[in-house]
């Protein structure tokens, strides 16, 4: 089985409710046919993973065998590692897309989007002496741990030399300012 994703995917639900589950269960918790989990059970009991137990065919139960709980642990650490490579890179991408910001001699920025790397921005920008007017979010019912303030585009105000996009603009709001793309993200 070359996919780590549902081999962990079917460690863990076999971790879960060991012994007291079947491939049926594994099938919709997951999203897959029961043919395509009975063929990846097999594999994994053949290389030792887990332990299937039964009389009846249609009743088979699968246990987590050690050797099955250290593959998992070796495949989440593994997705970690590489997950942790790609967020990496990706915040030092904007960052350096933001140190052009302070290059350019721009003062007051607000933002616009709420994803893992809106606090790294932000701090970066402060930290450049750049001042974050305001942040700009779809949902402002949702409360952002940071003391600028969170406010709807709608009630975007024209108070900086720039709008940092950390997500794309909803079409509606597009050309309501003149836009410095700094994340480089599309704007759809």
């Not at 594994?26 to 332990?51: D, E, H, M, T, W």
């Not at 009846?56 to 593994?78: D, E």
């Amino acid at each position: 089985m070359d996919d780590p994703v549902l081999q962990y995917q079917i460690l863990a639900a076999v971790q879960e409710n060991d012994g007291n589950v079947t491939q049926r269960h594994i099938s919709r918790q997951l999203g897959r046919s029961v043919a395509s989990i009975n063929f990846a059970l097999r594999l994994l009991a053949v290389k030792g993973y887990i332990k299937i137990s039964g009389a009846n065919l249609r009743n088979l139960r699968y246990h987590l065998t050690p050797s099955g709980l250290l593959q998992k642990s070796i495949l989440a650490y593994n997705f970690f590692k590489r997950q942790s490579a790609l967020y990496e890179e990706a915040r030092k991408t904007l960052l350096g897309k933001l140190e052009a910001l302070a290059t350019e001699g721009v003062q007051r920025v607000a933002v616009y989007g709420w994803t893992p790397f809106t606090e790294a921005a932000i701090l970066y920008l402060i930290s450049e002496g750049i001042q974050v007017v305001a942040l700009y979010v779809e949902d402002v019912s949702v409360v952002y741990p940071n003391r600028i303030p969170a406010r709807s585009l709608d009630e975007f105000q024209a108070d900086c030399d720039a709008l940092v996009l950390l997500e794309p603009l909803p079409r509606a709001k597009e050309g309501m300012i003149e836009i410095k793309q700094v994340a480089g993200f599309p704007v759809l």
